[in-house]
């Protein structure tokens, strides 16, 4: 049956093929190729189907030509007939053991070849009554593993929001340094995935330093979050939590702090090309630190030491994924990443008018203590009736009441506006008589979602060069796990922004994180400005703009790039020119 030509499903074939070929012991250059390209893609957030079509899919970054080749077959007729010939040769079940812990392509082999086993179920039965662990390389250890990481796939989740994952982790270290002695923990920091900011984590690495490790992992195992010890050792421990949530702490000595959280950090593609430096300046590179030809340890207690070995300024985690960073670094050319405190106010907020569940005032309360300077009221426009859409008369009583409101604050300061609905043909939904009393005008797509892709893109368009209209909201209008992006051409739509003066946002909510930090690199390229807003529905919710600024931050965002960062007076001063030609 073909595969789906999604960016999901060509990750899994590239994985697949590499386990195939791994268990049939093939070229491990060959293996590493496919793992290497489906790192890439997996990485890569822009959209294949459209990169094709113009003609541009050789810009993805670190994929060779061969690779490409096969990712527009994938793309143009849904399958790979090498992956289908391949996958053949095995039983359909044996995919599914692959993606039990600690069973890797060569113990899937033994157990295929000396017990016949070729399915989850399978591989419980014989484990539970012994069968492995006279297998070779295996043993009683490895077959109580087994049976753990079996236990542990049919329990967790594939992956987690960056936006969940993120409070989880806070909320890890911050009762493990309350239950542990300033003593017991020195330096402390997630790494993986999620320290690069990805917008879906899987499990969760901990790293620390301590003087102790055997009464930390004590700690850490019995800490109130801990549903289950999946392992507990002298340096590493694994715990699952009640989400189904995989958190590992592994300590690590003082002077390989550095190193390990830079090796830990990854990505796997962004290590191997530091790896391939290093052998060429004649060092050698680990989670240990950084090693001269005579094994002399140079460096690995702090991280920017590692690149500084390697004659590199310190490339920030968010960067870490291969798309130039390092080419980047060596011409000292690395950009000057936004930060949460560059954030001057929040143009996209909703209140208990619509849908959202606070107060203007409430709201305003939140903002300040926040340090913002501004923020814009910006509930649903009529048509929108699920979310309790307002009318002209609603609207402008809200105007009234934001204009009273502000007469008694200071330090800030409510803007007022609306997030209009854009109708199927384009159009809005409410009358220029209004939005032309508004402060900030944000459009955006709720209803219609199944439109082809000419229809969607002509009615966003169309919207943008309203000459009302400041801000395009989630402009993709994907809802992770749940909703694809529409189809909708963004190279277009970035094109219209850029000559009409319209604002892109990255909604920070953990659902959405649209636009992704692909299209907003892509729109740093091409001059177009970029707001972070959080599309707040409660007061708490402005918390969520840390994870518009990562998204902004792996896109290689500076603070010019961003126009919530000015002041109110430029921010005004820079909304888009409203002429009579539009």
Known sequence: MAAKANKSNIV???????????????????????????????????????LLHQGRLNQIPGIGKGMLEKIEKIISAGALPEYEQLKSSFPP???????????????????????????????EDAAKKGKLRD????????????????????????????????????R?????EQEASSFL????????????????????????????????MQIFTHLSFVDEVLAKGETKSSVLTGEGLQIDLRVVADECFGAAIQYFTGSKAHNIKLRERAIKRGLKINEYGVFSR???????????????????????????????????????LLPELLTEKDIKGDLHIHTQASDGRDEIDKIVEKAKQMGYQYIAITDHSASLKVAGGLGVEAILSQVEKIRKLNLNLSNIKVLTGVEVNIKLDGSLDLPDALLSRLDIVVAAIHTGFKQDEKSMT?????????????????????????????????????????????????????????????????????????????????????????????TARR????????????????LLKNRRVRSDSQ
Do not use: C
């Open 93 to 123: 079940g044996l995919m599914e053991i692959l993606l039990v812990p600690d069973v890797g392509p060569k113990t899937a082999k033994v157990l295929y070849e000396k017990l016949g086993i070729k399915s989850v179920g399978e591989l």
């Open 12 to 50: 899994r074939i590239f994985r697949e093929m590499a386990d195939f070929l791994a268990i049939k012991n093939e070229n491990p250059f060959r293996i590493r190729a496919y793992e290497k390209a489906a790192d890439v893609i997996e990485h890569f957030s822009g959209n294949l189907e459209e």
């Open 555 to 570: 896109a290689w965002l500076e603070k010019k790039d961003v126009i919530n960062t000015l002041p109110l007076d430029e």
């Open 458 to 550: 002509e009615r966003v368009v169309k919207a943008m060069r309203h000459p009302l209209v400041h801000i395009l909201a989630h402009p993709s209008g994907r809802l992770l796990g749940e909703r694809e992006a529409y189809a909708i051409n963004l190279d277009k739509v970035l094109d219209v922004a850029k000559e009409q003066g319209v604002w892109l946002e990255i909604n920070s909510q953990p659902e959405r994180l649209d636009l992704t930090d692909y299209w907003v690199k892509e729109a740093k390229k091409r001059g177009v400005k970029i707001v972070l807003n959080t599309d707040a529905h409660s007061k708490d919710s402005l918390d969520f703009i840390k994870l518009g600024v990562i």
């Open 135 to 170: 297998l070779p390389g295996l043993g009683a250890k490895k077959e109580e593993n087994i049976l753990r990481g079996i236990k542990l796939y049919k329990s967790r989740s594939s992956r987690i929001l960056l936006g969940k994952a993120l409070p989880i982790v806070e």
């Open 172 to 176: 890890v270290i911050a009762e493990l």
């Open 294 to 332: 005579d094994e002399k340890k140079v460096a690995g207690e702090e991280e920017a030491g590692i690149y500084k070995m390697l004659d590199l300024p310190f490339i920030p985690p968010e960067l870490r994924e291969d798309r130039g960073e390092i080419e980047a670094a060596e011409k000292n």
């Open 185 to 216: 923990i020195k330096k402390i920091s997630p790494a993986g995935s999620l320290r690069r900011g990805k917008e879906t984590i899987g499990d969760i690495d901990i790293l620390t330093t301590s003087p102790d490790p055997l009464s930390l």
